[in-house]
Each structure stands twice: as C-alpha cells, then as structure tokens.
C-alpha cells in the first residue's frame, strides 16, 4: 500500500498489513472516479458493495459511446445504427457467455436483474410445468427474490416450499438438504453466496444430488458472480441468476443462463415484440431462445454496458480479485472480531466478502447512521432475508461488503468507525 | 444544514439507555401498534384515556435508539395531557421532522422535543422519529382495547410501505 493510501486513514496503525499484490489496489482506485468523493467532509468508504458496486471509468466511457455513436433499436432496422446497435449487444451475450463458461450465446438471456431472472424461471418452468403438491426446496438464506416467487406459485398452484435449514455459522449441512428430498422434490432454488451472512454455499454438490434424482436447480448467482469464478458447465446448474449493478455494471441489467434444453420446453414470461415469430388474432409463434424472453425492446445501454464491466473484471483477474478480497475479510474479520460487545454474524468456513455484524446495544440503524458521519458506507437493515434474522433471533445486522478496489486503510476507517460508535452509547 | 451528530444528543441517549414509561398497562383502553419494516422498528403503544384526558401512557418494542427516545420523550411530554393537546404535537413534530416546521421559527409547542429536529436531515431516520407518533394517532383511533386495530390505521400504511 502506497504512503498515500495509508494517509487517507487518520490513526491507521502502523500493523495494518499490505495486501498480497496481486492486484495494483491503487491503480485500479483510480479507475473508480466515485471513489474521489468525500461525505461528511471525510474520504468515502464504500463498503456497500454488495448492495451495488461502482462502476470503473472503462464502463462508464463505454455506455457514453454507445450513446453518442451507436444508439438505435435493436433487431429490427437494416440501417446502419441499428445494425451497430443490434451487433455490439450481441457481442455483450458473448462476452457474458464467456465469463460464465455457458455452452451456448442463446442461453444466455438479458433480464432487468436476478429478480427478473427468478420470476422468469417462476413464470417459464414453474407454471408450466409444477402441479398441486409438487414440492420446491429453497433454503433459509434465501434472498427475499429467490423466496415470494416461490410463495406466489404455492398460492397460486398449491405447491410446497421446503427450507433448508441453516447452524449457528450460517452454514446448511448437506445431510439436512438431502433429507428434504422425496418422490414429489420438483425444484431447487439455492443461492450461491449469502449477502446477509456471506456464506459460500456447496451448491455444485448439491446440484449433483438434486440431478441424481431428476430434478433441476436455480442459483441464485448476485453475490458470487462478482467475486467468484463462474463456470455454469462445471455446476452443472440448470439455470444461474445474476445482477450487473453488482458486477461494477449498470442498474436495469441482469442474466439469466438457462440450459438450452430447458429454457427450450419452458414457456415465455412476457409477451410482446421480438419474443414472436409471426403474429396473427388466431395464432402467435414464439421466437426461438434467448429472444422468446426478451420481449420489447430491452435496456440496450446497460446490456452492453455490463459487457463491459465483464470484460474489466476478466482483465484483473477472478481469481486475482477472489484473493484480495479474501485478504480483506480475513483482516476485517481479525479486528473486529477482537473488539468487545461486537459480534459477527455468519462465521461459516467458506465465506465471501461480506461482514456482518451487530454491536451490543446499539441498533444497526444507529450504527450506520455514525458510520456515514465518518464516510463509512454501510449497509443496515434486514438485507431482504428476514428469515435469516429470525434464525438468529436479531432484527438486523449492519453489513461491510468488500469489493477489489477495497483498501486494509479501508478496514481500519470501519474499525476506527464502530470504537466510535460505541464511545458516543458508551 | 445541522450537523447530524447532533442528533444523537445526550437527551437522546439517555432516553434510549432509560426509556420512561416502558412496558404495557393494565387498564388500556386503547393500543395501536407500529411497524418500520425498513429498519425493523416495532413499538406496541397502549394508552388509559379518560374522557379525553390522557391518565396513563406505555410503550414497549425493540427500535433504534432515534425512536426509542421519542417515544420516550413523547410518553413524558403527553401523559396527564388531553388528547387534543397530544394530537398538536403529532402534527408539530412531524412538521418538524419532515421540515414543514423550522422549529427556530414558527410558533410551537414542541419544548425539549426539537433535540429531534436534525433528522429532516436524514430522510431514513425520519420515519424512526416519527413511528411512535404514528402509532399515537392510531391508538386515539383505535375501538378496542387490543392491538389487531393496526391494519386499519390510516397512519400507518404510508410508514410501513415508504
Ligand atoms: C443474493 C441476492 N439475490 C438477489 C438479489 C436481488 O438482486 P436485484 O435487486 O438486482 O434483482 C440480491 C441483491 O440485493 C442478492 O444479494
């Protein structure tokens, strides 16, 4: 870390240990504009990054040329703009294509977000294909968008939800998945990575033994895709949900990967142009995949604009950015775990970027609210997984999320941050 | 605009570490309940109406330390008071946390109760201020002496789904 780095901290102890430099922390900083900003009349901590992360300069001079030389509606002129249009969102399903290791460009489908993604596979599989009595398992860390579509199917159809039940780390044992599982188990829907507690979740092991006995599975995919390598083939998942804003991407954007076979049997979620072949009053044919999902014209900016945040994260490395980011949830998490009256919550042993944690008698909102003041960003509040609140008999947490271009001077503001906290309700 | 570490003044956090008038009364005749699903908070109020004095007044709930004090503070400022009294200061603190009330200003009732006018600075803090307020106004409303009457609180949609 640069003497630069280490003066944006005031009382950054001497200890603070420098990242393995994989990654030039500082250079990439510089690439992040946002990151400038001061709030509160301090230098901006981000640690909310996995509610949105920010976008790199690369990704916003890419949506700007895309709008000042390249926009027109997609698919559907033989002029020049719209051919430039049409050429460089497809090129964006590639690069994405590339990025998750997907078989095939038409598995790949442009959504609004993971929510969108889920509701597809709600609309597109579940509807069509689940009855009365089937039975869908899901798992308490589910984000609320990988749980009320499921609920509106169950009322709606009279299926069954079944929770995976998790321990006092945050962590699902395999054995009490596997138990769920029986003669009517039609569906799985487990998320990759919490963003509550930041567990990484087996879900390759248990895609092999919900395939074993016929039956397909979503991942939830918003908070590994940014940190994590992802090779949908390697899963073997049936469907992989994710979100750009997350990805360093833009907002309005998101994934959904489908297996060709299944994305195929399914049927359309909304209907309108582009998703058609012909359309008369008595018959429609529905386009071939991905575009019997796309229907009407999509955010084609942010579609592009997140093959470009693809290809800034590729260029640094997942695994590069897998390291740094890990270096910086072990150093969190040896200091604020050594401070008296805090606790973390979500001890699992594989864990991605996220620290949450409570501190004893102050509620998270107060919590956040003091942070702002010395330009810590953080996220507080229940993180759309009450049932994980409830599961530790909390109302909520306050959560750090790292991104790469986190500093350990970084960590040491968010320590500095919670003594403070508990010197103003000492 | 106020700096926002005033907020968390030393009234504030006494009254968040030794909330008056915490916990439920026998002789309720009216209770609302309130609900911030943003952050969580959750008071249940109950209140001993007289005529149209307030003779007794408790709450109870787990919430931040910004609307556990003003429900406190608020407790203590309207017991013994008459409700139309108590519904002066709903509408004059919620004025003034929303920032239709420059408390330096206008006429008011509010006393000690503008320790609370930094949040207007704080929009997400806002609604923690004003629940116990909210749900005031629903217990005035309120027919029965139980809490399921929260539904039907005109105040209390616009809380919870902000
Ligand atoms: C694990 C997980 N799933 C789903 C979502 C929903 O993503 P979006 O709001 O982008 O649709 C989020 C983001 O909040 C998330 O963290």
Redesign the pocket.
Known sequence: MTAQARSRIPGAVPETPVSSGKLNVERIRADFPILKLNVAGRPLVYLDN??SSQMPQPVIDRLVRYQTEQHANIHRGVHYLSETATAAYEESRRKIQHFINAREDREVIFTS????AVNLVMHGFGRKFLTAGDEVILTTLE?H??IVPWQMLRDEKGIKIRVVPINDAGEFLIDEYEKLFNERTRFVGV?HV??ALGTVNPVKAMIAYAHARGVPVLV?G??AAPHLKVDVQDLDCDFYAF?G??LCGPTGI?ILYGKAVQLERMQPFKGGGDMILSVSFEKTAYNAIPYKFEAGTPPIAAAIGLGAAVDYLLALGMDAIATHEHELLEYATAQVSGMPGVRIVGTARHKSAVLSFTIAGVHPHDVGTLLNQDGVAVRTGHH?AQPVMQRFSIPATSRASFAFYNTMGEVDALVAGIRNVQKVFG | MADPKALYQEVILDHNRKPRNFGTLSQASHTAEGHNPLCGDHITLALELRGDAIEGIAFQGESCAICKASASMMTAMVKGKTRQTAETLIKEFRDMATGALDVGQGDHHLGRLTVFAGVRDLPTRVKCAILPWHTLHAAFNSVSSTSTEAGDDPMHAPIGDA
Do not use: V, Y
Request: charged share 15%; aromatic share 0%.
């Open positions: 996995a509610a977000g993971t929510t969108e984000h968008s990988n998320m919490s963003n939830d918003a908070q979100s804003h997350k998101g759309c």
